[in-house]
């Protein structure tokens, strides 16, 4: 079976759309410059509204998130300061995926801190370590939604706290939101309410939003123009940017449409959870992901046998496999994806 084939069945994650006709025709009809020179119009434009709509002074694009989240903690110290230490959830994005990253080509040592079941970090634990190391530039990085907590949204007061404890220490606030824009229209609040109580924001156009590709941070004009500087060094300065640029501005359009996606995820999760021998991640503020577990069976050998029913899912570390909904989705692909589960299960109960 030519799993490609079938979108609908492919829960991986939601950078697996794809852009649609209205994308690309933005993308052919893309007034375009050059953004090394700051002066592609589409790339300005792209910028400007995401920072209007995150309510910060100024945006950067660049070609992922996780590059966005590299130049944050770069941005951060003044010119000739040392790199600063990053402390970060031990199951978000940055300490599981980014470390590597940040260490090699930003000097950065990370620091992890334990997670509530909510995604926000232990308090009490993330203050020691931020007391251990006080005369240090910091970067405290939050979450939201938190990944390996099923994509749990947090609220503006959740991460206004998490933010008056780092200040308190004369730490920054990096808040990673690349699927800021799933928290806002679960919570019902403006993208701005989320984004204001952190020093600089990572937000993503290519996940639930569908661009082809695309991250920006934002933040000051200070903090934007350094990292605009650093950006170059990583070779992540791109010409004619305006043909990416134009379907992410198709994409600030659609936030909207996010409630379909945790409509979508929603249904799964009734779906699995009716399976015998299925167990779910619940999150208190649920968004677009769904976790689930068969007892007795790994991660990778549940994955495994969902692919063989030409059902695809990400094997996770924290004993769970990961379903992201998203506008390829529908409830024909729901219908299958517990059918594929339930046949997994059955199977696995066989053999125990």
């Given amino acids: 079976m030519d799993h490609g084939t079938f979108p609908w069945l492919d829960f991986r994650s939601d950078t697996r759309t794809v852009p649609d006709a209205r994308m690309r025709a933005a993308m ?3 007034e375009v410059g050059d953004d090394v020179y700051g002066d592609d119009p589409t790339v300005t434009a792209l910028e400007e509204q995401t ?11 660049t070609p992922t998130s996780t590059m966005a989240n590299l130049l944050a903690p770069l941005a951060v110290p003044g010119p000739g300061s040392p790199a600063p230490r990053v402390i970060a959830g ?8 980014e470390a590597d990253g940040l260490r090699r080509f930003g000097g950065v040592g990370l620091q992890t801190v334990e997670q509530r079941p909510d995604g926000l970090p232990d308090l009490d ?7 251990a190391g006080a005369d240090a530039p910091t970067v405290v990085c939050l979450e939201n939604t938190s990944m390996m907590w099923s994509g749990n949204a947090l609220d503006a007061e959740a991460t206004r706290t998490v933010a008056a404890l780092a ?14 824009a799933n928290a806002a229209v679960a919570l019902g609040v403006p993208l701005r309410e989320l984004a204001e109580p952190a020093d600089s ?35 992540g300065s791109l010409h004619q940017a305006g043909v990416v640029a134009a379907p992410a501005l198709v994409a600030l359009g659609r936030l909207p449409d996010l409630a379909g996606d945790h409509a979508t995820a929603a249904a799964l999760a009734a779906g699995l959870e009716s399976v015998r021998g299925v167990e779910l991640l619940r999150p208190p503020r649920p968004t677009n992901i769904v976790m689930a577990r068969i007892a007795g069976l790994t991660p990778d050998a549940c994955a ?21 909904t998203h506008r390829s989705h529908d409830m024909i692909g729901v219908r299958e994806a517990v059918r594929a589960l339930a046949a997994v299960a059955e199977t696995a109960s066989t053999f125990r």
């Avoid at 200040?167 to 800021?180: C, F, V």
């Avoid at 290519?206 to 082809?212: D, E, F, Y």
């Fill in 28 to 30: 052919s009809g893309a």
């Fill in 51 to 61: 920072a209007e709509l995150l309510g910060t002074e100024a945006a950067l694009f």
């Fill in 90 to 97: 031990a199951g978000s994005h940055i300490a599981f995926l």
């Fill in 125 to 131: 634990a993330l203050e020691d370590l931020l007391a």
């Fill in 167 to 180: 200040h308190r220490y004369g730490a920054h606030l990096h808040l990673d939101g690349a699927r800021l």
């Fill in 201 to 235: 924001v990572t937000f993503s156009v290519s996940k639930g939003l569908g661009a082809p590709v695309g991250g920006l941070l934002c933040g000051t004009r200070e903090l934007v123009a350094r990292a605009r500087e650093s950006r170059t060094w990583l070779g």
């Fill in 304 to 324: 495994e046998r969902l692919a063989a029913h030409g059902v695809r899912v990400l094997p996770l570390p924290n004993g769970y496999v990961r379903f992201v």
